[in-house]
């Protein structure tokens, strides 16, 4: 028997771990997966120097044909806005980002259920991600993405050797491209990070992470950048695995997209869908985030909060951390701006340790860091 099953975060249906479902079968919405999730001493693994360390705590075996060294990132000291603050380097991860975590387990659980081929949709991180992990397991990757997504941000997911799609409209139409193609193939899947819930278990680990390199305490505060919120539920999912109290999690977007802030600042129950403007915080334009109330819910019970910050704020939190050498994208830099805001606004931050996750590698920007430097 697998403890591991799906559960609908609308109506509660639940599906078992091998299904080929990505969303429920009921109503659309985005699973949760329930298993097991408390984490102790001894359900690490310390020989192991990657993420696969809390396999105990994961949805899936540890491929034993291949590692990519996933996992394990550097938590560093540094500062923000004059205070000391821990700086959780996931741009440190083999393809560059924090997606890797998610991609990692996602990818071995699609290769374990016999699938050859997966299908994904992205312009990004996501990408060049899942491609990543898909060409060291060895099956295939197909991307579907914008035909406005600048080319630059897929040639690393086609040096990885995936397909790359360019699909005309908005991302509505490239998500519904690539079900169209997993509907015509049997032996391929819909791989979306957006929807699958295995992926946010494997990003769950940056929490897991945290809490061991502190020496086994919880931080108090973690700041965290938020698009399709993945980084922000595993970070909930991480920080739920320890008793003690959960640490106050706040959602970073940008002022050009961002629906999490606006429905917080409403209190509504659900994330409504806005068009995105622009904004160099690329990773983070989605205006209509699949696990809404997942978010939602990990912003009220945590006694965090969601904050919209400006273009300035985030080139000014970049070259803060360049500044201390952590060479990071502007959307990873959408944490430490969020930080500097609410030290800014006098906003009172919880006593104990502050977090701030880097998503991704500046070498994703290159052009957009040129721009920024003049
Ligand atoms: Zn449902």
């Avoid at 075996?61 to 603050?85: C, F, I, M």
Wanted: hydrophobic letters at 45%; aromatic letters at 8%.
């Amino acid at each position: 028997m697998n403890a591991w099953r799906y559960e609908c975060e609308i109506c509660g249906h639940h599906e078992e771990i091998d299904t080929r479902l990505w969303c429920c079968p009921v109503d659309g919405g985005a699973f949760t997966l329930s298993g097991p999730n408390t984490l102790a001493p001894e359900h690490i693994d310390l020989e192991e120097p990657t993420l696969w360390r809390y396999a105990s705590l994961l949805p899936v075996q540890r491929p034993d044909h291949y590692s990519l060294g996933e996992g394990l990132t550097p938590l560093v000291p540094g500062t923000l806005a004059g205070r000391n603050v821990w700086l959780k380097n996931d741009a440190a991860l083999p393809t560059g980002s924090f997606k890797d975590r998610g991609a990692a387990i996602l990818v071995a659980h699609l290769a374990s259920l016999g699938l050859d081929r997966l299908i994904v949709d992205s312009s990004g991180n996501a990408a060049a991600a899942m491609a990543g992990f898909c060409a060291a397991a060895g099956i295939g990757c197909t991307v579907y993405a914008p035909a406005n997504a600048s080319p630059g941000k897929l040639v690393q997911a086609r040096a990885y050797g995936a397909t790359v799609i360019p699909v005309e409209g908005n991302r509505d139409a490239v998500a519904s491209a690539a079900q169209d193609a997993v509907d015509n193939d049997p032996s391929s899947f819909y791989a979306s990070h957006n929807w699958h819930a295995v992926f946010v278990e494997g990003v769950k680990t940056w929490a897991y992470e945290v809490w061991e390199q502190l020496g086994g305490r919880l931080p108090a505060t973690a700041f965290i950048p938020a698009g399709g919120g993945s980084a922000f539920v595993g970070g909930r999912r991480g920080f739920d695995a320890v008793p003690g109290k959960l640490p106050a999690l706040i959602a970073a977007q940008p002022a050009a997209c961002a629906p999490i802030s606006l429905a917080y600042e409403s209190d509504a129950r659900d994330i409504a869908a806005v068009t995105p403007g622009d904004t160099m915080a690329e990773g983070t334009k989605i205006g209509a985030p699949s696990r809404g109330r997942q978010i939602l819910s990990a912003l009220r019970d945590s006694g965090g909060w969601a904050v919209a910050v400006t273009e300035d704020d985030i080139a000014a939190a970049l070259r803060e951390l360049w500044s201390q050498g952590l060479y990071v994208e502007p959307t990873a830099a959408l944490g430490a701006a969020a930080f500097v805001v609410a030290i800014r606004d006098g906003r009172p931050i919880p006593e104990g340790d502050t977090v701030v996750l880097l998503t991704g590698n500046g070498l994703k920007a290159t052009e957009t860091i040129g721009e920024l430097l003049g």
